[in-house]
C-alpha cells in the first residue's frame, strides 16, 4: 500500500499561480489531480502523470522527485521505500549463533580442563550447543602432561615430582630427592639425556 492519496478533480483546477508537475516537469496553471503527499499537496497536470506517479509509489521510487517539494532542512525524512520488519529467520539465526559462542566456550574450556582438544570441542559445542557441552563433559578425563586450574596459563614445564619419603618437590627429571636424597623415578629424561640419545 502507497503512502498517498490522490483524488480525480470533477473539472480542471485552476491554480493560483503556475505549478511545476513534479512528474512530467512541466509549468501549468492547471490541474487535473490532487495528491495528497506526506500532509501536502502535490497537483498533476494529466492522466499520464497521474499513473507514472502510481507506478512510482509501487515501486518505492519517488524520492527523486519528491525530493523538490521537501524541506532541505529536514533531519529526519519518510522514506517512500517502506522497509520491511526484521523476519523471524533472521532473529532465530541470531540467537542461534550467539548460543553456538557461548556453549562453544564453555565447551572448550571443559575439554582443556580435562585433557582433550580445544577446537573440535569448541566446533562441538558450537553446533549443538548445550548437547555439545553435555558430550565434552560426559568424555573421560586424559592423562594431562601439564597442569592447569581454572583460566591460568598452562606451564612450560611438566609437573613437579614430589618425592614420597618427604614431600619435597623436584624437577620432573631428577632421579633423586634435593631433600633427602631418596632414589626417584623420572617423569621425563632430562635435556642432557635428550641431546645423548640424539647422537
Known sequence: MGISSWTTLGSTASLKKPTECLDCGVWHTSADHVVQYKGGKIYLCSDDCITHFQALERAGKLDPITAKIEPRSALFQEDSNPKGALSNAYFIGGLYVLFGLLFGGLSSYTALQKGLGGWPAFALGMTLNVIGLA???????????????GLTKIPSTRQELICLACGHANHPSAKRCHGCQATLTPLTPSEVERVKNTR
Open 135 to 149: 558430550i565434552v563433559w560426559m568424555r573421560p578425563k586424559r592423562e594431562m602432561l601439564f597442569a592447569s586450574k
